[in-house]
C-alpha cells in the first residue's frame, strides 16, 4: 500500500510504525511541518493501563517508552492549605519530545519515510495514496477543507488553561486548588523526566480576565504564576514553551473517513487533558486501524471498520472526559465548601471511572480514611452511634431529617404499580412494598398516590382520598414498621395534563378507550398533540386541588407514613405549573419562576401546615426539561432555594418527562449532576435518582457529597433485596429477620 500521514505526531507515525511491522513492502510517508525536536507542551501522561494496550502493537516501542518514563502511584491534592495524598494510581510521565524522538527513530528504523519542515496545504500531489490519513491535530487543516463530508463540531470551553514546564520534582501527580484575590486557580502538575515537571494553569474565564491575564503577555503571564504558586513551587521556576492561554476545544466528527482520507488522534476527537487520554486515544486510533486494514482488503471496508470499532470507545472516553472537564469548570462549587477530605473524594471519582470500590483496591487506607470520616459526620448528622471501626461503607450510614432517622442512605424509588381499584392499595402494594422493606433499603417509597379520584394518572393507580385508602395504606406501614428498620414515605400527587390514561403496559401517556375524566393543567395544552385538551386551573380549581393535598397529608398521618414526598416532577400537575413549556399563563400563576412557583409553593405551604413538624417532607421536581427554553439547571437551584425557604427538607432530584420535546441525555448517572449542584449551591439536602448502577456508585456519590440519599428504581424492581446483596458483597453485616436468619454462613451461587 501507498500511504501518507499528514502529520508525524504520535498518530502519524504509530501508525506508521505498525503499517511496515505489518508489511515492509507498504511505502509509509509522514509528513510533518515541523522539525523533528519541535513540540508544543512539556509532557504527557499514561496510566499503567494504556501503556498495557499498547504493549503487544509494538514492543520495542513500548520497551524505549518505558525506560524513559517517570512512574507515580501517588496523587497529592493541594488544597486550603492541607495536602491529602491517595496511592495506587499507576501512571507514568514522560516528556512529548522524547515519545516523539523515540516514534521518529522507530519509524526511520522500519523504513518509514519522515518528510519535516514541510506543510501540507491540499492533497494535490498526493492523489497516487491508496490511504491519506489526516493525522494533523486539533486544528486538523483536512478535517476543515472536507468538513461537508467529517461534519466537524467544535466544542469551546469556557475554562482558560497554559502548560507550562517547572523545574520542581514532584513525587506524585499534582493537583493544585488555590484562591486569591481574582479568584480560584487549579494546577493539574506531574515530573515527566529526570529534571521536569509539566505545570498546567487552569482557571475560570472571568478570574483571568480579573487578573488581566487577557492582556498579558508571555513573561508576564510566568511572572504572574509564579508570584502565585511560589509556596509550592518551592523555588523553582516556571518554563515557558511557545505557552498561550488557551480555551480547551472537544473535537466530535459525524464520520470519520471520506474516500480514502481517514481521520485519526486529535483531528478526530479530543478528550480533555485532566483525564490525559489525548495522546492514548492517538496511538490506539493507530492499532486499531492498522489492524482493521490487516483483516479488510479494500480500504473503504477497513476504514468503515476502524470507525465502526473505534467511535464507542472513544465516545466513552469522551463521556468520562467531559464529567471532568466540567468539574474543573465548576470547582468553584465545592472549594471552601467541602472538607479536604471530601474534595479529594469528589476529585478523585469526577469522570466516574474511579469509584469508591477502586479506590478500596488502590488505595484502601485512603477509603478507610474517607468511611471514617463520613461515618463521624453522619453519627453527628442523625445522633446515631455509628461504629468507627471498621466505619460501616457509606450507603449504611444512617440520616436524619427532622426526627425521622433513615438506617441507610438507600431509597426505594416511587414507582407506579398500576394494580389498584379505585386508588385502593391492596395485596400486591404490600407484598410489593414489605418485600423491599425487608430487603434492607433505608426508606421505602409508595409509588405516586394520588390525591383526588380525577387526579389519577390511570384507572390503576393508588390513591389517598379515602378513609378507606388510609387504612388500608396503614397495613402496608404497619407491616414494614412491625418487620424491619426501614421507613416509609408516601409521594402524593395530582396527574394534571397527563391524567386519564391507559395503564404502562397498555400504552403509555395514552388517553383512555372510555371512561375518561376531565384534565385540568396551569394552560390548555394536551400533552400528548393528540390527548385530551385540559381546562387551564381557575382560582377555584386551585384552592380544590390544595385543599386534596391537605387531606391526603391528614390521611398519610393516619396511615402510619414517616415522609410525604410531594410530586413536583415528570409534567404532572405541580410539575407543568414550574415548566414554561407547559404554563403560559398570564396572570400571578405564570411567567417567572416566582409566578410558575407560587401555586406549587401554596400547596407545599398547606401540606407543611398539616403535617406534623417532627415529620420531613421532600419534593421531587424535574431538574431540567432537557427542551430548548424549558425548565433547567439554573430555574432547578432557584426552586430549591424557594423549597428550603417554605421548609422543604430534602429534593428528590429526577429530570424530564415534562414535554414530548424533550431530548434527554441518558447514561451511567446521569441526573446526579442535578443532585450535586442542587445540593452544593441551594445548600439542601438532595437525593439522587436514575441509572445507579451499584454500590459503588452509590457509595462513590455519598462520599463525595453528591447528594445525601440515592434512591433506585428499576433495580428495586429487579431485586427487591439489592441493598442486602449489597451489604453481603461488601462484607457488611445486615441483620436479617429471625425468620431468614438460616441465610447466615450460606453462600449464594448463580453459576
Ligand atoms: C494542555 C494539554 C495537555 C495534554 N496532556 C496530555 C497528557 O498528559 N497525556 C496525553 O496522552 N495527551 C495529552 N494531551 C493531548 C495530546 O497532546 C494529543 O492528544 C496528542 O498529541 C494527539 O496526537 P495526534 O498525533 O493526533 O496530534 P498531534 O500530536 O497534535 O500531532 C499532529 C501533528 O501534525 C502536524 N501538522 C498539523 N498540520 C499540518 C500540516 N498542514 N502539514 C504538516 N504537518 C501538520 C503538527 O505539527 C503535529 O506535529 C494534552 C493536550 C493539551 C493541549
Ligand atoms: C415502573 C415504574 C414506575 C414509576 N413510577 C414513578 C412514580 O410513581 N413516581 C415517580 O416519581 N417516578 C416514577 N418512576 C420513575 C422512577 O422513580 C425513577 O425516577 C426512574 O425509574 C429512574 O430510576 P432508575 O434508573 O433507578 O430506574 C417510575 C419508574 C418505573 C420504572
Keep these: 500500500m501507498n500511504i501518507v500521514s499528514i502529520g508525524g505526531g504520535p498518530a502519524g507515525l504509530f501508525f506508521g510504525i505498525l503499517m511496515k511491522r505489518a508489511d515492509p513492502a507498504h511505502r509509509v510517508r509522514v509528513i510533518e511541518r515541523n522539525r523533528p525536536n519541535d513540540t508544543f507542551g512539556w509532557g504527557v501522561v499514561f496510566s499503567d493501563e494504556t501503556l498495557g494496550n ?130 480560584l486557580w487549579r494546577v493539574h502538575a506531574y515530573q515527566f523526566d529526570d ?103 479494500a480500504v473503504p471496508d477497513a476504514l468503515a471498520a476502524y470507525e465502526a470499532e473505534r467511535r464507542p470507545q472513544v465516545e466513552s472516553t469522551q463521556r468520562a472526559a467531559q464529567t471532568s472537564l466540567q ?59 455509628v461504629a468507627a471501626e471498621p466505619p460501616p461503607p457509606p450507603m449504611f450510614t444512617p440520616f436524619r431529617l427532622r426526627e425521622l432517622v433513615l438506617p441507610n442512605r438507600v431509597v426505594v424509588s416511587p414507582m407506579c404499580q398500576y394494580s389498584a381499584d379505585d386508588g385502593m392499595p391492596n395485596d400486591w402494594h404490600l407484598v410489593h412494598l414489605g418485600s423491599r422493606a425487608i430487603g434492607g433499603a433505608g426508606l421505602i417509597m409508595t409509588e405516586m398516590t394520588d390525591i383526588a379520584r380525577e387526579a ?35 409521594q402524593l400527587a395530582h396527574a394534571g395534563r397527563k391524567g386519564s390514561t391507559r395503564l404502562l403496559w397498555e400504552g403509555i401517556d395514552e388517553p383512555l378507550e372510555t371512561g375518561n375524566w376531565p384534565l385540568i393543567a396551569p394552560s390548555p395544552l394536551p400533552y400528548l398533540a393528540h390527548g385530551q385538551v385540559p381546562k387551564a386551573m381557575d382560582r377555584a380549581d386551585m384552592d380544590r386541588v390544595r385543599d386534596d393535598f391537605v387531606r391526603a397529608a391528614g390521611y398519610a398521618q393516619t396511615a402510619g407514613f414517616d415522609l410525604i414526598e410531594l410530586h413536583f416532577a415528570h409534567g404532572y400537575l405541580l410539575s407543568s405549573f414550574l415548566s414554561p413549556l407547559s404554563n403560559r399563563r398570564t396572570d400571578a400563576y405564570g411567567g417567572d419562576l416566582t409566578g410558575r412557583a407560587r401555586f406549587p409553593l401554596e400547596v407545599f405551604d398547606a401540606v407543611r401546615a398539616a403535617w406534623p413538624q417532627t415529620k420531613p417532607i421532600s419534593v421531587r421536581i424535574s431538574a431540567t426539561d432537557w427542551a430548548p427554553g424549558g425548565f433547567d439547571g439554573d430555574d432547578a437551584v432557584a426552586l430549591a432555594r424557594l423549597l428550603k425557604a417554605h421548609g422543604c427538607d430534602i429534593v428528590d432530584v429526577s429530570t424530564g418527562q415534562t414535554t414530548t420535546e424533550a431530548k434527554p441525555v441518558y447514561g451511567r448517572l446521569y441526573q446526579t449532576p442535578y443532585a450535586d449542584r442542587v445540593r452544593h449551591e441551594a445548600a439542601i439536602a438532595t437525593m439522587t435518582v436514575g441509572n445507579i448502577a451499584s454500590y459503588a456508585d452509590v457509595n462513590s456519590i455519598l462520599a463525595a457529597g453528591r447528594a445525601d440519599l440515592c434512591v433506585l428504581a428499576r433495580a428495586h424492581l429487579y431485586d427487591p433485596y439489592w441493598t442486602r446483596h449489597a451489604a453481603t458483597a461488601q462484607g457488611y453485616a445486615l441483620p436479617w429477620p429471625n425468620q431468614y436468619v438460616s441465610v447466615a454462613g450460606y453462600q449464594p451461587r448463580f453459576t
Design 54 to 183: 499498547i504493549a503487544d502493537a509494538d514492543p520495542p516501542t513500548t520497551d524505549a517508552i518505558t525506560r524513559a518514563f517517570a512512574h507515580w502511584d501517588d496523587i497529592d491534592i493541594h488544597y486550603g492549605g492541607a495536602v491529602v495524598t491517595s496511592t495506587g494510581h499507576g501512571f507514568s510521565g514522560m516528556s512529548r519530545v522524547r515519545l516523539l524522538n523515540i516514534l521518529q527513530a522507530r519509524a526511520a528504523e522500519l523504513g518509514v519515510e519522515l518528510e519535516y519542515e514541510r506543510e501540507v496545504a491540499d492533497l494535490t500531489g498526493f492523489r497516487d495514496a491508496d490511504l491519506i490519513l489526516a493525522a494533523d491535530g486539533v486544528n486538523s487543516r483536512l478535517r476543515e477543507t472536507y468538513a461537508a463530508a467529517f461534519e466537524p463540531e467544535i466544542d469551546f470551553r469556557p475554562n482558560r488553561f497554559i502548560w507550562l514546564g517547572s523545574t520542581l520534582k514532584l513525587a506524585a501527580f499534582t493537583f493544585v486548588f488555590k484562591a486569591d484575590a481574582h479568584g
Design 195 to 297: 529534571q521536569h515537571s509539566t505545570f498546567i494553569v487552569e482557571t475560570t474565564d472571568q478570574t483571568w480576565r480579573k487578573a488581566g491575564l487577557d492582556r498579558a503577555d508571555e513573561d508576564q503571564t510566568i511572572a504572574f504564576c509564579e508570584r502565585l504558586f511560589a509556596d509550592e513551587l518551592k523555588g523553582h521556576r516556571l518554563l515557558k514553551n511557545k505557552p498561550v492561554w488557551r480555551s480547551f476545544p472537544i473535537v466530535r466528527c459525524g464520520h470519520w473517513w471520506h474516500d480514502n482520507i481517514v481521520l485519526m488522534g486529535d483531528a478526530a476527537h479530543t478528550a480533555h487533558f485532566s483525564i490525559g487520554s489525548g495522546t492514548k486515544l492517538a496511538m490506539e486510533d493507530s492499532i486499531a486501524l492498522a489492524q482493521a486494514l490487516g483483516r479488510h482488503r
Design 327 to 385: 468539574w474543573f469548570e465548576e470547582t468553584e462549587r465545592y472549594f471552601g465548601t467541602l472538607e479536604p477530605i471530601q474534595f479529594a473524594m469528589s476529585l478523585l471519582t469526577r469522570s466516574l471511572r474511579i469509584t469508591h470500590e477502586n479506590l478500596k483496591r488502590r488505595d484502601p487506607g485512603f477509603v478507610a480514611r474517607v468511611d471514617r470520616w463520613f461515618a463521624g459526620k453522619a453519627a453527628n448528622q442523625s445522633g446515631v452511634n
Design 456 to 490: 389519577r394518572i390511570t384507572p390503576g393507580c393508588a390513591g389517598l382520598y379515602k378513609p378507606e385508602h388510609a387504612a388500608a395504606w396503614r397495613r402496608i406501614t404497619d407491616f414494614v414498621h412491625a418487620n424491619s428498620p426501614a421507613k416509609i414515605g408516601v
